[in-house]
């Protein structure tokens, strides 16, 4: 097995009294798809947010890439990482999120050349060709000059996986990308994911609560409850065989409602 792109070992993460990831022990393999399921408040969306810096953790170590995330080497003592440090290592990661959050005043284009051009140092010429390159991966080259008021749902989530591509990550994160959606935009969005999974070497970590698609993509489903992985495989086992009580009794929760929605 390859050195894990991603790992996190004994990580804490507590919001006040509350402890939201406890002792959590994870990994992931270069270009491995990975999908965390779960329960509610389960932390799901906290490994992602602490992956890309937004959240800070209380204790454990983090690596990505080989390198420490919260952590630097300063006169070989390892010490809390500085800003520098984690804009460099923010680099290796995209993230795609539930509300799109794109920039409203700027264009489709705009919001897609921002970031390489000043965060990585390239031209507009150079970064209005990636826009376009990553535009038409997401079927999208016709709406470059529009705003994203003037766009759909579907098609705003579909630029912002542009701009994060756009970045060339080596990880997506992807927080349940399409739960902000309307249900007919959601089929779009998860289509590009699919072909994104499929047609590049990217390593993947997808937040969803759609089972059908993780079920679709992933190397590896893991179970999230109480901020620990409480069953991980793949979806073929997981969701055909799980093991553990609280695995079984989410998963048929979650068949439940998936058949009602086909039913209605
Ligand atoms: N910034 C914050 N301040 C205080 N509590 C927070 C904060 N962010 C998350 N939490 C709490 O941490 C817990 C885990 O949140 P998280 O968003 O990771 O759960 P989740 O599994 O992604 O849930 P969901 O499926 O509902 O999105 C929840 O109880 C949440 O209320």
């Known amino acids: 097995m390859n050195e894990p792109i991603i790992k996190l070992e004994k990580v804490v993460k507590r919001f006040g009294d509350?402890?939201?990831?406890?002792?959590?022990?994870f990994e992931v393999q270069p270009g491995e798809k990975v999908t965390i399921?779960?329960?509610?408040?389960?932390?799901?969306?906290?490994?992602?947010?602490?992956?890309?810096?937004?959240e800070g953790i209380d204790s454990g170590m983090i690596y990505v890439a080989g390198q420490p995330l919260w952590h630097e080497?300063?006169?070989?003592?390892?010490?809390?990482?500085?800003?520098?440090?984690?804009?460099?290592?923010?680099?290796?990661?995209?993230?795609?999120?539930q509300q799109f959050n794109l920039f409203p005043h700027m264009t489709v284009r705009r919001n897609i050349?921002?970031?390489?051009?000043?965060?990585?140092?390239?031209?507009?010429?150079?970064?209005?060709?990636?826009a376009e390159e990553y535009l038409?991966?997401?079927?999208?080259?016709?709406?470059?000059?529009?705003?994203?008021?003037?766009?759909?749902?579907?098609?705003?989530?579909?630029?912002?996986?542009?701009?994060?591509?756009a970045m060339r990550p080596r990880i997506m994160l992807f927080d349940e990308p399409t739960s902000a959606l309307d249900p007919e935009l959601v089929g779009e969005v998860l289509s590009v994911i699919q072909r994104l999974s499929q047609e590049h070497d990217l390593t993947m970590l997808l937040?969803?609560?759609?089972?059908q698609f993780?079920?679709?993509?992933?190397?590896?489903?893991?179970?999230?409850?109480?901020?620990?992985?409480?069953?991980q495989g793949t979806p073929e086992t997981l969701f055909a065989n799980p093991v553990e009580p609280r695995t079984r009794e989410f998963l048929k929760?979650?068949?439940l409602e998936a058949t009602v929605e086909q039913d209605a």
């Open 18 to 25: 509350t402890t939201v990831l406890n002792e959590l022990d």
């Open 37 to 54: 399921i779960g329960p509610s408040g389960s932390g799901k969306s906290t490994v992602l947010r602490i992956l890309m810096t937004l």
């Open 73 to 97: 080497y300063k006169n070989d003592a390892l010490v809390p990482a500085g800003e520098a440090h984690l804009r460099n290592m923010r680099k290796h990661m995209g993230m795609v999120f």
């Open 113 to 130: 050349t921002e970031a390489p051009v000043h965060v990585l140092g390239l031209s507009k010429h150079e970064a209005r060709q990636r």
């Open 136 to 165: 038409e991966l997401v079927g999208l080259a016709d709406q470059a000059d529009k705003f994203p008021r003037q766009l759909s749902g579907g098609q705003q989530q579909r630029v912002a996986i542009a701009r994060a591509l």
């Open 207 to 211: 937040v969803t609560h759609e089972m």
């Open 214 to 231: 993780a079920q679709q993509i992933s190397d590896r489903v893991c179970f999230f409850d109480k901020g620990v992985i409480v069953e």
């Open 253 to 255: 929760g979650v068949t």
